[in-house]
């Protein structure tokens, strides 16, 4: 016999989800072309990892200067304290740590430390990572390893480190730099790729997690950070035939940009903000053979280098 009610109750809750849907498709949209108003970081504990250099010196720098405690870790003591000098200089608040990311025990302790010296972490900011360029036949294990290790791993370590306290406060934000590198597939970059690709997905099945849960976790929020060039010396051979396109920013540039994105709480973002229409909804959605004759006409990318 043909269940009438259940039929019933699975159509309107098909029409539902149409409704939320449309509306959170509408919103999307809309939030696309008016964002939201930047919030206040004032009261925030801003832990962020890779701040002796380049993007990480630069969000920590920026994010001082509005106002919040800047926890700044690095495997570098030196350039991380540099780091720390700058801010005070401005008379900014912040404290350094050194730490290598990639060992989950110092980042474990790190996290207790800091909760007792500074206090709770509400943004987590994982920043810190290598580049390796060239051929995959030509990267060793230890490269690799290494690689996956800081670029993928060290953002859970950090995750199952500070998201205990951002839960049971339901206040918090993570943010990941992925890449361009982690929307399209580059050559010389296998192994980079693949773990900013992983990052993206880290990202969005946390968001999804917490989705999921029944205690409404709605005050934790995510963002993913995908630059294209930064000027840091990380990349350090870029091919580029339509420089106005594929802009190269400095890293102050491009961290003017993140601190504007988290503090108006974007899921996802690229630097330069024009790639992120391009890539993921026309690029990403062509048939491959047709994505990779765009990709040659565009003829963007990295030289190999030791
Ligand atoms: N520069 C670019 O063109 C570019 C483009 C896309 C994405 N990104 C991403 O942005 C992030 C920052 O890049 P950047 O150009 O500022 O890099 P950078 O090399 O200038 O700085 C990275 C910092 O991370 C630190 N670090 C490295 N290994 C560490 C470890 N195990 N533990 C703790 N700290 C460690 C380094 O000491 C350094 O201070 C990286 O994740 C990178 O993949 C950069």
Sequence with gaps: MVDIQGAISLLFEFLWTLIKVNYETIRGMWRALVPPDPKDVKNDIIFITGTGHGIGREMALRFARLG???????????????????????????????????????????????????GDVSILINNAGIMPCKPVLQQTEQEIRLMNDININANLWTIQAFLPSMIARNYGHIVAMSSM????????????????????GIMEALAVELKDDPRELNGIKFTTICPY??????????????????????????????????????????????????????????????????????????????
């Design 68 to 118: 919040g405690t800047i926890v700044c870790v690095d495997i570098n003591a030196s350039s991380n304290e540099e780091t720390v000098k700058l801010i005070k200089q401005e008379k900014g608040k912040a404290h350094s740590y050194q730490c290598d990311v990639t060992d989950r025990s110092a980042v474990m302790q790190l996290a207790e430390r800091v909760g007792r010296e500074v």
């Design 181 to 200: 590198a982690g929307l399209i597939g580059l050559s010389n970059l296998v192994p980079y790729c693949g773990s900013k690709f992983a990052v993206r």
């Design 229 to 306: 060039i930064v000027d840091t010396g990380l990349c350090k051979k870029p091919r580029i035939r339509f420089q106005n396109l594929m802009k190269v920013v400095n890293a102050g540039e491009a961290a003017d940009i993140i601190v504007d994105a988290v503090r108006r709480e974007i899921t996802e973002i690229t630097i330069p903000s024009e790639l992120h229409f391009l890539i993921r909804y026309i690029h990403r959605l062509m048939p491959f053979p047709a994505a990779c004759a765009w990709s040659a006409f565009v003829n963007t990318g990295v030289d190999p280098h030791d």
